[in-house]
């Protein structure tokens, strides 16, 4: 049993998973939790508080004694309103892709363009909406936190702190030399329900408060660290460290991020930029990937069709695989058409083209990277379903000129744990 280990939580769409590693990055133990049957969103939170305690309490006892960190990622603009003295929550969750357009119109009116926090289903967005709808409270001490945020809240019982991978879209800049809401949004009515700790992700923000370690079973000293969001987490368990090594998530769509010594934002591009630490995520997503695909063949037409392909050749045919009109990345065109035709005779051959187009497309999405300035690519690790699927994975490298290989770990509480470690121990090796 190790001297100590570190907690990993992920709190993704249905449902909790924490991992615990050793300083080695040794899987030590894996616990999961559903979030229950009643979706309704009153029971949101509770459940959420209910996943928590639920996945420390089905650890073994004998690692939960050696904690030493955790961190907490949940799913990237899901957050409330609380009551920062009493704890109580005075909203219910607003979920990641919940859009408020009547507040995307308001914080266009006063927002740099493009920004980020000008998509509806921002943090931002929510925010104002809520401000819109009079839910902030005039008295108290209301305050905006997030899913991950308010996790680590029930632990440390510290409000009032995020992290800012998180505080991204709620409009905070982490530039090194900022680290500061901007100016714009800084209104009377906006600035005192803002975090008013940022921290980077795996910054120890202090202890689990003693009732809680007591009830959970947790050494006195256990810390909780600065969180992130789901993918950010999911990226950091395939273990990159270098400028030019990527991730690629081929699962219903195809999302992509390259580690970079410089900061990519183009709006019009569908390109963004997470910072970590002295480095920066720059991603994008577009709408092809698997959704297309199982549109067209089953698992098991997949499977047997792609051992019909040789990798080595071009397929000559040049699709762009949409389930439906519009593209966010690398082409950001509402109203760009699926281009599937012409489908040959033989299924082998047209999943062929289909799996060499979105290759092109990942392949267009690094080049438009570098053109901008990025970190020139020099290895791709994936995630997603597609990353088992060898022959693409070889033809991917052909497209792309360089290593592409599954990632050695894919779950976003790995991910999580690796920044819980590197809180006590400083890095993320």
Known sequence: MPDKCFVGIDFGTSGARAMVIDEKGTLLAETRQTYGDDKSVEARAPSWKRALFGLFEDMPSELRSTVASIAIDGTSSTCMLMDEDSGELLTTPL???EACP?????VAGFAPAGHTVTAGTSTLCKLVQWQKDGLIPDSGSPRLTHQADWLGYLLHQMPGVTDYNNALKLGYDPDPKIEAFPNWMLTEELAPVLPPKVVAPGEVVGAVAPAVAAELGLPE????????TDS?????AAGVSRPGQAVTSLGSTLAIKLLSTKRLDDASSGIYSHRLDDMWLVGGASNTGGAVLRGLFSDA?????SAEIDPAEDSGLDYYPLTAPGERFPVNDPNLQPRLEPRPPSDARCLHGVLESIARIEGMAFKMFEEQGASRLEEVYTAGGGAANAMWTTMRSR??????????QVEAAYGAAVLARKGILGSYL
Do not use: D, R
Request: one cysteine or more; aromatic letters at 6%; hydrophobic letters at 60%.
């Open 95 to 97: 979920m990641y892709n």
């Open 102 to 106: 009547e507040a995307a119109a308001m």
């Open 221 to 228: 000293g256990a810390v909780v660290c600065g969180g992130t």
């Open 232 to 236: 950010i987490a999911a990226f950091l």
């Open 301 to 305: 037409e997949l499977k047997a069709l």
């Open 399 to 408: 497209i792309l000129g360089v290593k592409v290989a599954p990632s050695p």
